[in-house]
């Protein structure tokens, strides 16, 4: 993958528009909602075997120089689609709902933006008429409480 054709001024504005257009084409927006997905799983796995390969060679490497990189500019891209992600928890499709959890899980496990946007729209889907979404919602509710204690209330 080439995250940083994600940057691209004709690839933002397309991606948000997409994102923001309330009547477009649902699949569109899937599409748009399941690249980022994958690349945030792409990028998590590749941190992943950078650990580990950090691990073999501990002292030729400096693991914090490496990740901060990369997890900027995973945290960056973020940073420009996170409004349009999170508005499309309010979407009339299930699946575009589904999918756009599923990247907001991805980066708040991976530490990519600060919760503290997230929660107002976490809350929101916790009403969601889907169990199965709304039990994901309030784990990651959860999870966000055990990371910062006392932050929900």
């Not at 993958?1 to 933002?12: A, G, R, S």
């Not at 992943?48 to 900027?72: N, P, V, Y």
């Amino acid at each position: 993958m080439h995250p940083e054709l994600m940057f691209v001024q004709d690839v933002k504005v397309l991606y948000i528009s997409l994102l923001s257009d309330e009547s477009g084409a649902v699949n569109l927006k899937i599409h748009v909602l399941k690249n980022l997905q994958t690349y945030l799983q792409e990028e998590d796995s590749r941190m992943q075997e950078a650990d580990r390969e950090w691990k073999k060679q501990a002292k030729q490497e400096d693991l914090k120089e490496m990740g901060d990189i990369s997890s900027g500019m995973s945290s960056s891209i973020m940073q420009i689609y996170l409004k349009q992600v999170l508005e499309s928890f309010f979407h009339s499709q299930s699946t575009v709902r589904h999918f756009a959890l599923n990247v907001i899980t991805l980066t708040l496990s991976q530490g990519l933006i600060h919760p503290v946007q997230c929660v107002p729209y976490l809350i929101a889907m916790g009403t969601d008429p889907e169990p199965t979404m709304k039990n994901k919602a309030d784990q990651q509710l959860v999870e966000i409480d055990k990371k910062y204690s006392g932050f929900i209330h």
